[in-house]
């Protein structure tokens, strides 16, 4: 069984950064997606960005391409999530997941951490 601990979530000012950690522990099986989500009060979880380890292929949503980086570090078994120039609107839970074959498809996925929470004050 995957089990996913997120952290460093925190609080900062429109334009900073943080850098999420999503430690995986168990047996993730062969090529699977790792991805994050985050969903904000009254909204629906939304897809963040996604990597596939076949290849370390990555994808972002529109709304955070050119802001985000999704990494990972074997060694550490630590999926990460660098998040710069924020925003207001990227304030939210943010979880990570594995376990799917399509990244930013949330339905596929099988594992899920508790989340951890950003919030971008302006």
């Known amino acids: 069984q995957v089990q996913l601990m997120e952290s460093g979530g925190g609080s900062v000012q429109t334009g900073g950064s943080l850098r999420l950690s999503c430690v995986v522990s168990g047996n993730t099986g062969g090529r699977t997606c790792f991805g994050w989500f985050r969903q904000a009060p009254g909204r629906e979880r939304e897809a963040v960005a996604g990597?596939?380890?076949?290849?370390?292929?990555?994808e972002y949503a529109d709304s955070v391409k050119d802001r985000f980086i999704i990494s990972r570090d074997n060694a550490d078994n630590t999926v990460y999530l660098q998040m710069n120039s924020l925003k207001p609107e990227d304030t939210a839970v943010y979880y990570c997941?594995?376990?799917?074959?399509?990244?930013?498809?949330?339905?596929?996925?099988?594992?899920w951490g508790h989340g951890t929470q950003v919030t971008v004050s302006s």
């Open positions: 990597l596939y380890t076949g290849g370390d292929i990555t």
């Open positions: 997941a594995s376990g799917a074959l399509r990244c930013l498809a949330d339905s596929g996925y099988t594992s």
